[in-house]
C-alpha cells in the first residue's frame, strides 16, 4: 500500500512562486521545478558507460534502474525542486579546481535543501515526503536540471545557465507532491563554438556532449585510485587538484561566470588560498595525516585522500618543479606508499638530469 498523497492547501499565492522565493532567500542561485519520470538522456548515460569512459567510476553503473526513472530513487515522490548554487567561475585560475576550494557543498546545499523542506512543510501544515540529493543518490541531476529549466548541456558536458554560466553546484529536494513544472530547457544555445574541445589539455572530449573521464584531469586527480597514465603527465601542467579549463575558456562563463559573495562557504581555505602551484604542490607533498586531516576537514579535497593528493602533488612538480624541489621529492621516495614513490621517481626524472639522479639513488 502507497502512502495516503497529502493534500497542500492552495493560498491566493500559488505555491511554486513562494517555493522558489524561499529557495532563493535560502542562498540557492538557481531554482526550477519538474515532475519526475524516465530520464531523457538514458541512451547517452547507456552509451557512455559502454565506451568505458565511467574508468573506475563503478558506482554510476549501480542502481540503473533507479537512474533510468526519476520517479524510483524514492518511491511516491512526483515532483523535484532543483537549484542551483554559484561557486564563483571569476575567481581566478589556480591549481585546485574553484569547486574544491572552499567548504564541501554537499554538505552546505544538503542542509539548506532540508530547511526548505521544512518551510514546506510548515506552509502545507502537515508531513509532506521528501529527500534531498546532492550527488548522494542515483539521480542523474544534470538531467534533471535541464528538465527544470535551469540551461542546456554544453558540448563540455556542463549545464549551462544562459545568466550565470556553468559554474555552479546542482541539487534537488525530492518531493511527495504534485508540484507544475517549469518548461524545460529546449534550446542549444553552444552554437557553432567549440572552444572546450579544443582547449581540453588531454582529449578528454572526443566529440561534442561526450567526455571520456579515463582522460579527464578532474577524474585523475580525484577519482583515480592508481597510477596516473604516463602519457596524462605533462598535460596535467600546474593542475593539483580537478580542472576548470573547458569552462574558463567557454564564453558563457567569460561573459556571466560571478565572483564569490563576501562571506561564501566555497572562498579557498588557508591551506591553498592565495598560493601558486608548485607552494601547493610542495606542501602537499610534505602534509603528515595529522595536517591533512585538520586542513582539509569538511573540504571536497579530503576525497583523493593524502596518497592521491601527494601522487598529484608529485606529477605537478614533475611539470613545473625547480632544482630546489629535488628535496622533498627525494625525501617523497622514502614515502610507505608506492603510488607516491613511484610519481615522485617519475618526477624527479623530468627535473633532474639522468647523471644526477644516477648519483642521488646511489648507482
Ligand atoms: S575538465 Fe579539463 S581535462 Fe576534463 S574535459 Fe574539461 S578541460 Fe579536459
Ligand atoms: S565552450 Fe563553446 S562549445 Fe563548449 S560548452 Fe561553451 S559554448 Fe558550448
Known sequence: MGRERPVIE??????????????YGLGFDLVGITNLGPVDTVAAFDDWL????????????RWA????????????????????????GAEPPGPVARYARGDDYHDIMRDRLRELHRWIEEQAGHTVHGR??????PVLERDLARRAGLGWFGKNTTLINPALGSFFFIGSLFV????????PFEADRCGTCTRCLDACPTQALPEPHVLDATRCISYLTIELRGDIPAELREPMGELVYGCDICQEVCPWNVRFATELSEGSPFAPREVIAGKDARTVARDL?????????AAFRR???KRAKPRGLKRNAAVVLGNIGMPEDVDILTHALGATDLLVREHAACALERIVPTEALKALRGH
Open 10 to 23: 492552495r493560498t491566493a499565492v500559488a505555491l511554486e512562486p513562494r517555493i522558489r522565493a524561499q529557495a
Open 50 to 61: 559502454a565506451h568505458g569512459y565511467a574508468g573506475e567510476m563503478q558506482y554510476m553503473s
Open 176 to 183: 511527495e507532491m504534485d508540484l507544475t513544472p517549469d518548461a
Open 65 to 88: 534502474a533507479e537512474r533510468r526513472d526519476s520517479r524510483l530513487p524514492f518511491p511516491g515522490a512526483t515532483s523535484a525542486i532543483v537549484v542551483g548554487m554559484n561557486y564563483g
Open 299 to 301: 573540504s571536497p579535497m
Open 285 to 293: 607533498l610534505a602534509i603528515s595525516q595529522d595536517e591533512f586531516t
Open 132 to 137: 534531498p540529493y546532492v550527488d548522494t543518490g
